[in-house]
């Protein structure tokens, strides 16, 4: 039997209140987390930026249910991840989380388009709609036609990266969470693919989330807030309280 999540009527985006994470390190214990409290709604994109060590990824793996926080809470959609089950985190991430990682993980015996079927099929989605929907989805991040039939090596850094971002919406999420998307990139095709997830946040409603290194990408998202030490601090110029 499937696990499924609670339907929600109205989405409320990403809410991490009071949310403490830490390592064992040694006899002590390192902390990746202190005490972040931030809000993302839905249609809104905020960067994350900050040097290595951080916490950027630990902020962005606690967001995506793949580690649970010492203390605080989790918010996705209203929904408190933190009082569900192991299987209900894994329903959750499959229907309301989108992952964009560094790396873009395709297989590489697949085409672009079957890169997206083989969540269709996990979700046991029509095979007819299925193609559909994935044929419209490479299509709206600038895939079409013969380069939907190409697989990984025919395809360019930038457009693995696309197919990368059809896939994690695929499944309609709520929330997208994307772990340094430019890091393989150069300048150009790196804030064509920021500019893309601009795009993609306004037209799905996700309330997006993106980890990057690239301060030269910053001034094209709505909002940025800075880590350090494992704690948020919000960058002034952008005007928004936390």
Known sequence: ???????????????????????PDGEQRLTALDRVSLTVAPGEFLAVAGPSGSGKSSLLAVAATLLRPDSGQVLIDGQDTGALSAKARTALRRERLGIV?????????????????VLADLRGERPRAARER?????????????KQQRRP????????????????????????????????????????????????????????????????????????VEMADGRLLLRPEHGVDL
């Open 153 to 224: 090596h025919q395809l360019s850094g930038g457009e693995r990266q696309r197919v990368n971002i059809a896939r994690a919406l695929f499944g309609r999420p709520s929330v997208l969470l994307v772990d340094e998307p430019t890091s393989a990139l150069d300048h150009e095709r790196g804030a064509q693919i920021v500019d893309l997830l601009s795009e993609v946040t306004r037209e799905h409603r996700t309330a997006t989330v993106m980890v990057t290194h690239d301060r030269e990408l910053l001034g094209r998202v709505d909002r940025v």
């Open 134 to 146: 994935a044929a419209e989805l490479l299509a709206s991040v600038g895939l079409s036609g013969p």
């Open 1 to 23: 039997m499937t696990t499924t999540v609670p339907a929600v009527a109205t989405r409320t985006g990403l809410a991490l209140h009071e949310v403490t994470l830490s390592y």
């Open 101 to 117: 990682f560094q790396q873009s993980n395709l297989l590489a015996s697949l085409t672009a388009v079957e890169q997206l079927l």
